[in-house]
């Protein structure tokens, strides 16, 4: 790994960054010139225990290669662990520049036995921990006119998924929020957007193989690397993008994709007399009807295999 310019001058913050997605994206923004903070809890894919290994071991790899790298072991579900991360990143090297809200976890189960603990995790981590760690940062972002926000959704959310309710509406949560993140913090030259990754990692790892939807579902995603994700995170971070924000990408090995964001595809109006549930009945769902939407899940629109 040589150490070049793109990103000098940067500190680089990457949430979940002791493995999968996450570490090739701190160990590439460190290649480009960032000096990184490799955030980790170092926890189970779902959620449970604390590890600091994970997070040292990128840190150990990013230095061995000549970059600059912190660790930072602190959660990001709570107010206070968020707090502390951002902190880590200016005690260790006096600002922050790029938040890559990247952290994750996964408890996938049919919405009829889903668990209220299954919801509060899943939240906790993917939604309010984005929340967050955007949050601690932002007052450095306003006060230096500059900053980049990159989170981490998905298609659970975006489009819709077999066995993911908490997780979809983490996922589409966080779309929300870096949109709206992108439309207040424009006067200050913030920037936010979301990344959709499609990649084999130990999280999609938990992803149970016990239908054959799952398991046509997994074959798929198992060919997916996830080194693929790093390049357009990394280009999103440097200055080259100043004009991007607000934007909802995925990327798929070697493809990338720009998302739609919904608008009105077509209205029906009542006219001074007004709706009642009968006329809603009779005009209304009949003039929407024939643009709805069938009841996609992701593979029902990525139909094609990119590998
Ligand atoms: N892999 C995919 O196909 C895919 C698809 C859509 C979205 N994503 C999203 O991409 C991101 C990265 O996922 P991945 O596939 O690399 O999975 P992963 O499990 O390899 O990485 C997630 C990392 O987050 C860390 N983490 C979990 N809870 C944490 C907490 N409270 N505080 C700090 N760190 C915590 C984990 O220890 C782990 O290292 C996640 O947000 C995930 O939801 C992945």
Not at 132 to 154: D, I, L, N
């Amino acid at each position: 790994m040589s150490v070049d310019t793109l990103l000098k001058g940067k500190v680089v913050l990457v949430t979940g960054a002791g493995g999968g997605i996450g570490a090739h994206i701190a160990r590439l923004a460190a290649s480009r010139g960032a000096q990184v903070v490799v955030n980790d809890l170092g926890g189970s894919p779902h959620g449970d225990g604390a590890d600091q290994r994970p997070a040292q071991t990128v840190v150990h790899e990013i230095r061995t290669a000549g970059g600059e790298a912190v660790p930072s072991f602190h959660s990001v579900a709570s107010w206070d662990g968020a707090q502390a991360i951002v902190q880590d990143a200016i005690d260790a090297f006096g600002r922050i520049d790029v938040v890559v809200n990247n952290a994750g976890v996964l408890r996938d189960t049919m919405f009829h036995k889903m668990s209220a603990e299954d919801w509060e995790v899943v939240e906790a981590v993917n939604l309010s921990g984005s929340f967050y760690v955007a949050r601690a940062a932002a007052p450095h972002f306003k006060q230096q006119e500059s900053g980049c926000f990159v989170h981490m959704t998905s298609t659970s959310g975006l489009i819709g998924n077999l066995g993911q309710v908490n997780y979809g509406a983490a996922k589409l949560g966080v779309a929300g929020l870096s949109k709206c993140i992108a439309i207040d913090m424009e006067k200050f030259n913030v920037r936010s957007n979301c990344i959709a990754p499609f990649a084999f990692t130990r999280m999609v790892g938990t992803i149970p193989a016990d239908t054959e939807y799952n398991r046509k579902r997994l074959d798929v995603v198992k060919r997916m690397t996830p080194d693929k994700i790093a390049p357009f995170a990394v280009g999103l971070m440097s200055d080259a993008a100043k004009d991007v924000s607000g934007q909802i990408f995925g990327v798929r090995m070697n493809e990338i994709i720009l998302f739609s964001q919904p608008r009105p595809i077509r209205t029906v109006h009542a006219g001074d007399e007004g709706w009642t549930p009968e006329t809603c009945i009779e005009r209304a769902l009949p003039a929407l009807r024939g643009s709805m939407y069938k009841l996609d899940r992701s593979p029902h629109v990525f139909t094609w295999d990119p590998v």
